[in-house]
């Protein structure tokens, strides 16, 4: 089946700049990206996520930007915080598929 | 309130012994997953059901069965646990809304550990 790709897989930041995580899809059929955060020794829990008819959507600080014409997605961090250390996941549309995950790290 | 729960959370067993993972949900969702997961690793498909008497492979399948009588209990059978499969095992749920992919939600997991 199609996979999605996802980087990078460690990300360390200063707390207070932004992070970027990027998600490649292949299958042009696709019309849901959802982003996922699993903190650790949690669950994974959905955090945003984006309908192909639409190329953007913030809540807060956080923003998912779709890109069709290229088939990635990103997941956007604005502002970040020590909570926001965990790992992320994106998903392919139908769901059966994540991406590899990426760790996410806040340096205070 | 809805939600999704696994039981047991926490397994220490021998080799060779069959082992019945539960997952119940109440959030009336006809999807739902077993994923295998490492901590903080990646997410790995086992079994799938779109509804009742339906079960598809992932991944993972060849050494796990499941099985879907009721819209709300996906329980994930091992037949014979090995050290290989000392991991998480992770349930989820989701609606099936007209063909459009939807949340899936997690359960807390259950903590295998095969000696």
């Known amino acids: 089946g199609e996979n999605v790709e996802q980087h990078p897989s460690t990300l360390s930041v200063q707390e207070g700049d932004s992070a970027v995580i990027k998600c490649t899809y292949s299958d042009s059929a696709s019309n849901y990206f959802p982003w996922y955060k699993q903190e650790l020794g949690k669950r994974p829990q959905l955090i945003i996520d984006?309908?192909?008819?639409?190329g953007e959507k913030k809540d807060q600080r956080i923003a998912v930007t779709l890109n069709k014409t290229a088939k990635h997605f990103s997941l956007h961090i604005t502002e970040t915080q020590p909570e926001d250390s965990a790992v992320y996941f994106c998903?392919?549309?139908?769901?059966?598929?994540f991406g590899k995950g990426t760790h996410l790290i806040i340096q205070p | 309130e809805a939600d999704i729960y696994q039981t047991p959370r926490y397994l220490v067993i021998g080799t060779g012994k069959k082992i019945t993972l539960e997952c119940s949900q109440t959030m009336g969702h006809d999807k739902m997953y077993w994923y295998q997961q490492d901590p903080g690793m990646e997410l790995h498909l086992i079994h799938y059901s779109y509804g009742v008497n339906s079960t598809e492979k992932g991944d993972l399948s060849s050494e796990s069965t499941v099985s879907r009588i009721r819209t709300e209990h996906f329980p994930l059978t091992l037949e014979s646990a090995r050290p290989s499969h000392t991991s998480q095992y992770l349930c989820a749920s989701s609606e099936a809304a007209g063909g459009y992919q939807e949340t899936q939600y997690f359960g807390p997991g259950t903590r295998l550990l095969v000696l």
């Open positions: 998903a392919r549309t139908d769901g059966l598929t």
């Open positions: 984006i309908r192909s008819n639409v």
